[in-house]
T-cell receptor, first 110, second 114 residues
Framework: GQQVMQIPQYQHVQEGEDFTTYCNSS?????IQWYKQRPGGHPVFLIQ?????EVKKQKRLTFQFGEAKKNSSLHITATQTTDVGTYFC??????????FGTGTRLKVLA | DTEVTQTPKHLVMGMTNKKSLKCEQH?????MYWYKQKAKKPPELMFV???????INESVPSRFSPECPNSSLLNLHLHALQPEDSALYLC?????????????FGPGTRLTVT
């Protein structure tokens, strides 16, 4: 079946360093969404990418969708302690059907 | 109001019990979802209701029975669960239709099966 993998599984960074998580799907996606889940919390929507090669920015966060629509990345510039949490991509493969990636847990050391 | 509410927050049940999880949203969303999340794992899609009709069932065992009484409410009826069903159960909602929309998640119900 369809799989969505993320690397790395864990990342510890010093505050102020940059962070990137990569998302790879075994199949072509119709769109991709990114979510952040704080420890003990629930997933919170960050962004959705639909077009091949699309790049979107939100303040310190940059999101990319690959040309083949099978991979995506999230880059955070100058991490802050508030960025702590697990970042999930969610690959869309039809109306309403989303497969969440394995997640990258980010820890930021002050 | 961009909130999805879920009750109860915590539930402990025996393997012979019958219980229900409830989810409610008042954003006018016409798609509602149930996800299961085990510790340190991603959410796994279980069911999707679209315009109050079941549109996706990800081969979930029949001991889980979803229900969508109206466009604002979503229930998950539980019966004869197994200890491995212990997890965080997340409800989400989104706009309906053929386009893709962001999902709003509730805080979840943490279920323990003894």
């Amino acid at each position: 079946g369809q799989q969505v993998m993320q690397i790395p599984q864990y990342q510890h960074v010093q505050e102020g360093e940059d962070f990137t998580t990569y998302c790879n799907s075994s199949t072509t996606l119709s769109n991709i969404q990114w979510y952040k889940q704080r420890p003990g919390g629930h997933p919170v929507f960050l962004i959705q990418l639909v077009k091949s090669g699309e790049v979107k920015k939100q303040k310190r966060l940059t999101f990319q969708f690959g040309e083949a629509k099978k991979n995506s990345s999230l880059h955070i510039t100058a991490t802050q302690t508030t960025d702590v949490g697990t970042y999930f991509c969610a690959g869309g493969s039809g109306t309403y059907k989303y497969i969440f990636g394995t997640g990258t847990r980010l820890k930021v050391l002050a | 109001d961009t909130e999805v509410t879920q009750t109860p927050k915590h539930l402990v049940m025996g393997m012979t019990n019958k219980k229900s999880l409830k989810c409610e949203q008042h954003m006018g969303h016409r798609a509602m979802y149930w996800y299961k999340q085990k510790a340190k794992k991603p959410p796994e899609l279980m069911f999707v209701y679209s315009y109050e009709k079941l549109s996706i069932n990800e081969s979930v065992p029949s001991r889980f029975s979803p229900e969508c009484p109206n466009s604002s409410l979503l229930n998950l009826h539980l019966h004869a669960l197994q200890p491995e069903d212990s997890a965080l159960y997340l409800c989400a909602s989104s706009q309906g239709g053929v386009s893709s929309y962001e999902q709003y998640f509730g805080p979840g119900t943490r279920l323990t099966v003894t």
